[in-house]
C-alpha cells in the first residue's frame, strides 16, 4: 500500500466536464470550484470535516438545471474514493457519525462491502436552497454509492431549516467514510471473513 491514497478522475461528456483529485489521507485542503455554488459549499465542509485533500474543477449545462454536473461530481467523488482504497487492505470498513447543525441532527453510517446500497430516512425540508434542487442530494448521495461501491444510510433525524439538514448531512458523510476508510494497524488484510471485499 503506497504512503498516500489518492486518486484522479475525470470525465467528460455532451453534458458536463468534471476533474477531481482525491487523497483520503490529506489534511482537510480543498480546492473546489464547480458551476453549482451550494455543492461547492458542501464539499468545501466534505472536505474539511473529513480531513480529504479535494479538487474538483467542474463545468456544466447548469443552464438547464444543476442535476448534470452534480450528479457526475457525484460519479467521480466515488470513483475516486474506490480507486484511491484500492483492494481495502487493512481499513476499518465501518464508519459512523451523527452531527447536529443547529436546529438539525444527521446520521450517516457506511459499510465499504463492495455492495452498493444508498438507503435514505427523514424529511429534507423544502425543495430548494437558493437556487439548488433539493432533490438532488439523493442524486448526488445514490451515484456515489454506487460508484464508491458502499453501503450508505442517511437518516434525518429531525430538522426545520433545510440548509442545515443538508450540511449536516454532508458533515456527518465526511465523518463516516473518514472513520470507514481509516487504517487499522489490526486488521491483517481486508476486514471479512469471505477473505475479499
Known amino acids: 500500500m503506497s504512503a498516500e491514497r489518492k486518486a484522479t478522475i475525470r470525465r467528460q461528456t455532451g453534458e458536463t ?11 482537510g485542503q480543498g480546492e473546489i ?13 466534505f472536505t474539511n470535516h473529513g480531513r480529504f485533500d479535494v479538487r474538483v474543477q467542474a463545468t456544466g449545462d447548469v443552464e438547464v438545471d444543476d442535476h ?14 474506490q480507486e484511491a482504497i484500492g483492494d481495502k487492505t487493512g481499513i476499518r470498513r465501518y464508519g ?8 438539525a441532527l444527521a446520521q450517516v453510517v457506511i459499510d465499504l462491502s463492495n455492495r452498493p446500497h ?8 423544502a425543495a430548494k436552497v437558493g437556487t439548488f434542487d433539493t432533490e438532488l442530494v439523493r442524486e448526488f448521495l445514490g451515484k ?3 460508484e464508491a ?6 437518516i434525518v ?15 456527518a458523510l465526511a465523518r463516516a467514510l473518514s472513520e470507514a476508510v481509516d487504517i487499522d494497524p489490526r486488521v491483517q488484510g481486508v476486514p471479512s471473513t469471505k477473505g475479499m471485499l
Open 17 to 27: 466536464d468534471i476533474e477531481l483529485e482525491m487523497n483520503v489521507d490529506g489534511s
Open 33 to 45: 470550484h464547480t458551476a453549482v455554488p451550494f455543492l461547492s459549499h458542501m464539499l468545501d465542509l
Open 68 to 81: 448534470h454536473t452534480t450528479e457526475d461530481i457525484g460519479i467521480c467523488l466515488g470513483q475516486a474514493v
Open 96 to 103: 459512523q457519525a451523527l452531527i447536529p447543525m443547529d436546529d
Open 118 to 125: 444508498l438507503e435514505f430516512r427523514g424529511d429534507i425540508g
Open 144 to 146: 456515489l454509492a454506487v
Open 149 to 154: 461501491r458502499m453501503n450508505l444510510h442517511v
Open 157 to 171: 433525524h429531525y430538522g426545520w431549516n433545510t440548509h442545515h439538514i443538508i450540511e449536516a448531512i454532508f458533515k
